[in-house]
Structures are given as C-alpha cells and as structure tokens.
C-alpha cells in the first residue's frame, strides 16, 4: 500500500509565499515522475509542475518564475515553493507521483488527499 501525505497549505495575502510538501510512505520500488496539481473551484484539475526523477522539471507557463518544485528521492519527497503568489492561484493542491511497487511491476499513479491554499487578503 502506497499513501502520498500533503502538508503546507493554508490562507496567505497576496505576494505571499507558501511551500507544498508531499511524502510518499509504503512499498515503495521506484519513483518516477512526481508532480503537483490544483484544481479551483468549478475549474477543471491542471498541472502546476512536474519533476522527472533525474530532475528535469516543467511548469505551466501561469506559475513559471514564481514557482519552484524540487524532490529528495532518497526521502520520497517532493516540494513546491510558492512565491509571489496571487488569488488566482487559490486551489486544492494534489500531490502525484507515478510509482513502482515491485521490480517486476508497472507503474500507477498515484494522488494526495489534497491541500487547499487561499490567497486572499
């Protein structure tokens, strides 16, 4: 059994900054690409950053400049660092990572519960 576990969320005014982190615990064999999503209310979910295990990394062009998302792969953890942050940013922020649980296995996806981020003065 895999769990991802999300801290860090939290209401913060505007130009604020904010750091998401995610751990991932269980039977864990490898970790692949991890990544951090939002979803706003009646918005569809999108991809926010993402970072491949060799860390290469991508951002949606809203947040590029202002975000960071960075992992420890020997902690199975993955961050991400807000800054400047603005009230369009105000979302459900999900952990992802695609991982193995076995040598011989293929990978799933899996998600966080869920942290939510308000920027609002």
């Known amino acids: 059994q895999v769990q991802l576990v999300e801290s860090g969320g939290g209401l913060v005014q505007p130009g604020g900054s904010l750091r998401l982190s995610c751990a991932a615990s269980g039977s864990i064999f490898s970790i692949n690409a991890m990544g951090w999503y939002r979803q706003a209310p009646g918005k569809q979910r999108e991809l926010v950053a993402a970072i491949s295990r060799g860390g290469r990394t991508n951002y949606v062009e809203s947040v590029k400049g202002r975000f960071t998302i960075f992992r420890d792969n020997a902690k199975n953890t993955v961050t991400l660092q807000m800054n400047s942050l603005s009230p369009d940013d105000t979302a459900v922020y999900y952990c992802?990572?695609?991982?193995?649980?076995?040598?011989?296995?293929?990978?799933?996806?899996?998600w966080g519960q869920g942290t939510q981020v308000t920027v609002s003065s």
């Open positions: 992802n990572a695609d991982i193995r649980t076995g040598v011989n296995d293929r990978s799933f996806s899996y």
